[in-house]
């Protein structure tokens, strides 16, 4: 990684890991403010010699990037055909996959056309979507515009839709591809309009990367965390929970040994998530379910004891909860997690904070612990 308090630059060479489900490509990654103003000469660098390309925007980031990179690719003369996609998880959907597709072929795409995608997770998992399948796989240019997208969606090569199920529920990320962006455009002054509270959820992956594996990164959370929180630092912030996550997926791409660490306190988040008319973000949801770990970890004996105590204090500091927003049984919550294991694969598997930079995979811990987890953030 190339790095300076402005700007970082990294390349994660997916060459030697790729296989049949995953192309041999290199991610080029731009991070710092008004790196914005390079996209277009970068497309053409990493993308061909691109005239025309699909842009993919959230009207939601409009304002912050979707305008400006309009204007970059047109005075770069790149013509451009512009779609809006709404960021939700219900509009993540096959039938918007669709609605780009079809809008992209009837235009004219041809297999070196880039889809630029800017905006948060929802519109970069969907747009990555359509373009790994539209002719087979178009080349993907990630212009991220919410904290967790640029430290994490956007960098790892999962593209995703949601299905609705038969009992009318939405099935999160149950239909996707591994399909890498050729260029990852990280811009933090586009962060300017997002919204406290989203960028607060990206501060708990951010959280989560430390503990799992930069316990520098850490340190400096714990040392900054109002000024993080305070939206400073955004170079660093992006730049170092990248050099995190590139290193994962690349020792792991298939999530097979160490990628599976990144689900470090999502086991619980998914149960906290799948309860009816629950509000909390996803972010949200994962600073819980990292509590509830620590507690599990210490009373396994595995973390020791101040370890839940230790990560609830930078999560408060950060502005993230740490107690379920409302009274919630602690049964109720541990069948949840059972659907989820189920339809992940069929066992209940926690992913444990033991010390910064050391995490352990339990299979079927004992219920004792898990429901010691589950009251450590408020569950009765
Ligand atoms: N592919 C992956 O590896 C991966 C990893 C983590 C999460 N995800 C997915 O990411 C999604 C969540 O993404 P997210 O947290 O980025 O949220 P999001 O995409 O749902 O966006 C959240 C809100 O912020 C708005 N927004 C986006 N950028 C903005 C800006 N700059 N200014 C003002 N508003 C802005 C959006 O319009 C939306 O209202 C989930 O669907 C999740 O499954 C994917």
Not at 98 to 123: F, S, Y
Not at 157 to 186: I, Y
Not at 217 to 243: F, P, S, Y
Not at 305 to 334: F, H, K, N, Q, Y
């Amino acid at each position: 990684m190339k790095t300076s308090p402005s700007h970082a630059s990294l390349r994660l060479d997916w060459t030697r890991v790729a296989g049949p489900m995953l192309p041999a490509r290199a991610t080029r990654i731009e991070i710092g403010p008004g790196v914005l103003g390079g996209l277009a000469g970068w497309i053409r660098e990493e993308c061909g010699e691109a005239r025309r390309a699909v842009l993919v925007v959230d009207p939601g980031a409009e304002e912050a990037a979707g305008a400006a990179v309009l204007a970059a690719l047109e005075g770069a003369g790149i013509e451009v055909l512009r779609i809006e996609i709404a960021a939700t998880e219900s509009e993540k959907s096959v039938a918007s996959a669709m609605r780009i597709g079809e809008a992209a072929v009837r235009w004219g795409i041809d297999r070196g056309t880039p889809l630029v995608a800017v905006g948060g997770g929802c519109v970069g998992d969907v747009a990555a979507f359509a373009a790994s399948i539209l002719l087979r796989g178009l080349p993907l240019v990630l212009v991220p515009t919410t904290l967790l997208a640029m430290v994490d969606a956007a960098v790892g090569g999962k593209t995703a839709v949601n299905l609705r199920l038969p009992d009318g529920s939405l099935g999160r990320n149950l239909l996707g591809t591994f399909h890498p962006a050729s260029l990852v455009v990280a811009d933090p002054a586009v962060l300017r309009t997002l919204p406290p509270e989203e960028f607060r959820a990206g501060l708990a992956e951010c959280v989560k990367h430390g503990w799992i594996a930069d316990p520098a990164h850490l340190a400096w959370l714990e040392g900054e965390a109002e000024a993080i929180a305070a939206g400073r630092h955004g170079t660093r912030l992006v730049a170092e929970n990248l050099a995190v996550k590139t290193a994962i997926v690349l020792r792991d791409p298939r999530e097979e040994g160490d990628r599976r660490h990144l689900n470090l306190g999502h086991t619980f988040a998914h149960a906290i998530e799948s309860r009816p008319g629950q509000t909390l973000r996803h972010g949200e949801a994962v600073a819980l379910g990292m509590v509830a770990a620590a507690a599990v970890a210490e009373h396994l004996g595995r973390a020791p004891s101040g370890t839940a105590t230790r990560i609830r204090r930078l999560l408060a500091r950060l502005g993230l909860p740490t107690m379920l927003d409302r009274p919630e049984a602690v049964g109720d919550l541990r069948r949840a997690m059972d659907l989820d294991k189920k339809r992940v694969e069929g066992r209940l598997r926690l992913v444990l904070p033991l010390a910064p930079g050391r995490i352990e995979l339990v299979e079927a811990p004992p219920e004792e612990a898990v429901a010691v987890g589950w009251r450590a953030i408020g569950a009765t």
